[in-house]
């Protein structure tokens, strides 16, 4: 789960981390009320989790999702040029993504912009602080030309950071003295947030040093650990949906794991591992999977009713393959999910239905049976081919 | 032989008297597996299908029955609790198949885990099964979740990190005649406890085992440390499928652990490491069984 730069800072601030001072606002009044508690040099900041905000264009025209202004009624006037507007980034796709909100913030001078990331590291099975004296640009570019400038520090999952760990990453970074004590205490507290609230990542980029010696954190990403919210009502509670697939939202209410793609090719599989395999033999023979949905390995005939009706929401879908491996499923329970979705959402395009397993006689029967009109498929590969087929004549 | 567990092995079952988790130990009693014990805190001296008695810790039904498994099912705000229970009660294997336990509660497992006899399968796995010889392969060791009726005891080795997914390969294998030694899902979470190459080394020196075939998935490079290891060591032929050629980067697909990230674990990546260590790779995912008949020549 993502959240937005504003409560990003909060978060910040609740943990210790130095940022500049800032404030969200929804309306034009609240900014010029923010920008007034902060005086001159203010940077109003469009509210969407995608990136390259700066380079965006809002599809009113207007340019830009990031600002510097001086004065109250400047910050008012760009709040009201984003605030309600759909704006456009390299990250967004060209859909865009509403802003509702903006935040206005100290535009502080910056002497110098670093990398400072903590994450979750798979291999090593431990937290890994990652840091950069190349601040400010993509982090993957310098990674590929210049990894010698990239200082990776693996912390132990059990004592946590060290002091020793701090006083490494501050040589390879260049700190010391009063700048060094400020950053060892950020990162103490970057750190804590990070083990605190479950984070899967946390990246600031850039931190910077101010010519009035300082250092602070400037803009934050966060990904937090799904399944760890459970703990963190709090973090659950600044989940914003309008960030996301309005269908991913919809499925994610009956517990289905749906992706949706560009392709014209839907499936409704249950398994991720075989969910993604029947995405791939799609692909493989030529077709276009336009999404990945996992019903789980127990799944309900009212869940199988539910991912009909998300899938045939999306207009791009010509066809639909199901395919379900009754392990300890029951290929009939699964067969009478379909019929009853089918005479309900009145199925109009072709469905390849693939059923293996438990009681796959009983399933088939059912759907012989039943007036819905499908194609029947023995094997995987049959079922993609057949519906790569439905959609070509 | 067969490789972690055969048909004498004892297990537990932690979450016994969950649904999810009675649900399984029934099918593993019907499967003829040597389910002997059971654990919920709090029904100590309860009977679990009129038979398998029930503890209250792990370590009571350890000493009480001699079980050297426990299957752990408990809900994921308890699990890391449960297999840390299962270690210090000194089992040789805990397979977990609960699914969605918080990453770091998984690391400081893991950590917690070290220099301790135990060995951790999953979590977020199907569990092993080893075919029994009976109808069906009846009279197997089925820990976990899998369909018992799709295996049959043989000579092939299978290690996984899906579980339908699995189900699909073991079954093209059925199907084509190829019994199997023991069928291992490893689990879709980013911290896991058993490596592919874990398994991998261990069907090397299995001399039931005669073939081997890895399941693989975008994201991590377990896929590719295993290659490596078998480009080298392995001595039995091998086949491999990695899924999620079409997924799309920075997209988590359903498991945890399924995700490009930085342009990292890409399945073009795992499938040429697997390639140029000599493994016999799979087109798509209903090519499996035929990959390993290739690979047998």
Known sequence: MNIHEYQAKELFEKFGVATPRGKVADNAAEARAAAVEIGSNIVVKAQVHAGGRGKGTFKNGFKGGVHLVQTPDEAAEIATQMIGQVLVTHQTGEEGKLVSKVMIADAVDIEKEYYLAILMDRESRSPVIVASTEGGVNIEEVAEHTPEKIFHQVIHPLLGLQPYEIRNICAKLGFSGDIAKQFGKLLQGLFKLFMDCDCSMVEVNPLVTTPDGRVLALDAKFDFDDNALYRHPDIAALHDPTEEDPREVEAAKYQLNYIGLDGNIACLVNGAGLAMATMDIIKHCGGEPANFLDVGGGATQEQVRNAFKIILGDPKVKAILVNIFGGIMDCDVIAKGIVAACQEVDLNIPLVVRLEGNNVAAGKETLANSTVDLISADTLADAAAKAVKAIAV | ?297
């Not at chain 2, 397979?95 to 060995?119: H, N, Y």
């Open chain 2, 1 to 297: 032989m067969a490789i972690l567990v055969d048909e004498n092995t004892k297990i537990l079952v932690q979450g016994i008297t969950g649904s999810f988790g009675g649900r399984h130990a029934q099918l593993s009693l019907d499967y003829g597996t040597q389910l002997v014990a059971g654990v919920t805190p709090g029904k100590g001296g309860q009977f679990f299908a009129d038979k398998v008695p029930i503890f209250d810790t792990v370590a009571e039904a350890v000493a009480a029955t001699g079980a050297t498994v426990s299957a752990i099912f408990v809900p994921p705000p308890f699990a890391a609790d449960a297999i840390l229970e299962a270690v210090d009660a000194g089992v040789d294997l805990a397979v977990t198949i609960t699914e969605g336990i918080p990453v770091m509660d998984m690391m400081r497992v893991r950590a917690g885990m070290l220099g301790k006899k135990t060995r951790l399968i999953g979590p977020n796995c199907p569990g092993l099964v080893t075919p029994g010889l009976g109808k069906d392969s009846h009279g197997g060791c089925r820990i976990g979740i899998a369909p018992g009726y799709i295996h049959k005891r043989g000579k092939v080795g299978v290690v996984s990190r899906s579980g339908t997914l699995t189900y699909e390969a073991v079954w093209q294998l059925t199907n084509l005649g190829l019994g199997q030694s023991t069928c291992v899902g490893i689990g879709g979470d980013p911290i896991n406890g058993t490596s592919h190459l874990d398994i991998l080394k261990m069907f090397n020196e299995d001399p039931e085992t005669e073939a081997i075939i890895m399941i693989g998935e975008i994201g991590g490079s377990a896929e590719e440390e295993a290659a490596a290891w078998a480009k080298e060591f392995c001595t039995k032929p091998m086949a491999a499928f990695i899924a999620g050629s079409s997924a799309p980067p920075g997209r988590r697909m359903g498991h945890a652990g399924a995700i490009v990230s930085g342009g990292k674990g890409t399945a073009a990546a795992k499938i040429e490491a697997l390639r140029d260590a000599g493994i016999e790779v799979a087109g798509n995912p209903s090519d499996m069984g035929q990959a390993l008949v290739r690979a047998m020549g």
